[in-house]
């Protein structure tokens, strides 16, 4: 068994050190707002510890989730930082969505350190999360990846190694564009079904058994029509994430003329005031009236 730390209780990290708990390894935690830290600890039976550094200090495998890249600098590279305190021969994994800039700058530091570095965004969502069947895309070397596979496996059905340092992060990039575009379809098929007087309940049944079928339609598809979007994935969340895919776009010239589109829409929605809204509810700004 590991001795592990893992640092940001959010939707998403709450769930997944639980599942690295219930394996039976030594769990200890951080969070910015300690109290959540402390249900944590209440809750699985493991510890808390006020700084990454000091949760991180003698782990074999440091995990983080947090926000955006700032927060992973913060917590991974800041005065009170994971990666400096590690050990020789630790592995710091990080499960945050950001930029590949950020994730290779993380695996330089800890390169100088001897702390194997791994950028593994999830994607699954908060079901996903609280089931431990999230998708891991890995960026990093193979004997960090060896190392680090069976803790991502405590929460992960799918965790598939990508290649090197950024790689991770330029797979959940694919995965967001597939999803911007995928959204505002569907948001516009049940939007010009309920328009065009469609049984809805009829239709899903209909056409998610052929090609148009998606997770999307089958997960969202019903709690889209009846305009139910207080749960999920936040629209300000995928903001980030398209601006990291067009940021790196820019770079390695890929087109993505929809992702660009829907990203505009997702920024009306959070001006809306729907920014902590599942991501389904583009179907919000087609509504008439
Ligand atoms: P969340 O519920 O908002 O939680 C964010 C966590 O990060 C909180 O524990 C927060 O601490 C901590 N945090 C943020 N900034 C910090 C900083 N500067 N220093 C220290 N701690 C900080 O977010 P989430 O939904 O779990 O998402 C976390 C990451 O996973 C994001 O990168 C997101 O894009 C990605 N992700 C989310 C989903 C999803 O469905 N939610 C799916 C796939 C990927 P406090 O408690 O103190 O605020």
């Known amino acids: 068994m590991a001795k592990v730390a893992f640092l940001g209780l959010g939707v998403m990290g709450y769930p997944m050190a639980g ?8 769990v200890t935690v951080y969070n910015r707002t300690t109290a959540k830290a402390e249900a944590w600890a209440t809750q699985h039976g493991g510890a808390h510890a006020a700084t990454p550094a000091a949760a991180a200090a003698g782990a074999d495998i440091v995990l983080s989730c947090v926000g955006d890249d700032p927060d992973v600098l913060e917590v991974a590279l800041g005065a009170d930082g994971a990666i400096p305190a590690m050990r020789d021969g630790a592995v710091y994994i990080d499960n945050s969505t950001v ?45 960090a990846f060896a190392t ?32 911007a575009g995928l959204v505002q379809g569907l948001s516009e098929a049940l939007n010009f079904a309920q328009q065009a007087d469609l049984d809805t309940d009829a239709l899903l049944e209909a056409i998610s058994g052929g090609a148009a079928q998606s997770w999307q339609m089958v997960n969202r598809g019903h709690t889209m029509v ?64």
């Not at 599942?19 to 030594?26: E, L, P, Q, V």
């Not at 398209?242 to 001006?271: D, F, M, Q």
């Open 226 to 289: 009846k305009d139910e979007f207080d749960f999920g994935f936040a629209v300000d969340w995928m903001r980030k994430d398209l601006r990291i895919c067009l940021e790196e776009a820019k770079s390695n010239g890929a087109p993505l003329p929809i992702t660009e589109i829907v990203a505009g829409y997702y920024g009306e929605l959070s001006e809306m005031g729907f920014g902590r809204n599942d991501t389904s509810s583009l179907i919000r700004r087609l509504r008439k009236g």
């Open 99 to 143: 930029s590949a800039d950020v994730a290779r700058r993380l695996a330089a530091a800890g390169a100088e350190r001897g702390v194997g570095v791994l950028d593994a965004p999830v994607s699954g969502g908060q079901a996903g999360a609280e089931n431990g069947k999230l998708t891991v895309m890995v960026g990093g070397s193979e004997e």
């Open 19 to 26: 599942h690295i708990a219930a394996k039976g390894h030594d």
């Open 148 to 179: 680090g596979l069976p803790i991502m496996e405590c929460y992960g059905a799918r965790v598939v190694r990508m290649g090197d340092a950024g790689k991770g992060q330029q797979a959940k990039m694919a995965n967001q564009i597939c999803i």
